[in-house]
């Protein structure tokens, strides 16, 4: 769904907040993360698919993993050189979220962290020793 928005272009508040600030990420046509601002955000995620890297059924699990496009590094203020956590991959069973929830900065990351997911459901759930 599209929806319109009022031209608030000469309220400098909201300018800044939808058009100039860039807190965001997009994916280009190779699947890398670019710099984006809340409107071209918004257009991006209105499409489901341009975001699921990749889920499927394993085991009665749900293994997810998505482009989130908002940074969930805790880090984010702290290094010097920033690896924002776009990208994140969570187990469920049933309505039950398993606590396991890793994130990543690429898409490449996001794919082989989602194979380490399938792999830790088929080795039934365990947690680290």
């Not at 499927?56 to 690896?83: L, R």
Request: hydrophobic residues 35%.
């Amino acid at each position: 769904m599209k929806f319109d928005i009022p031209d608030f272009s000469n309220h400098p508040a909201v300018k800044d907040f939808l058009l100039d600030r860039k807190p965001y990420f997009i994916l280009d046509e190779n699947k890398n993360a670019i710099p984006a601002n809340a409107i071209e955000w918004g257009d991006f995620f209105e499409n489901r698919t341009n975001r699921i890297v990749k889920q499927e059924m394993v085991n009665d699990c749900w293994v997810s993993t998505i482009f989130m496009g908002i940074d969930h590094n805790p880090c984010y203020f702290k290094e010097d050189v920033h690896h924002p956590h776009i990208f994140e991959t969570m187990v469920f069973k049933g309505k039950e979220r398993y606590d396991y929830c890793e994130r990543y900065s690429t898409w490449q990351e996001a794919e082989d962290g989602h194979k380490k997911a399938i792999d830790w459901v088929k080795d039934g759930c365990k947690e680290d020793e």
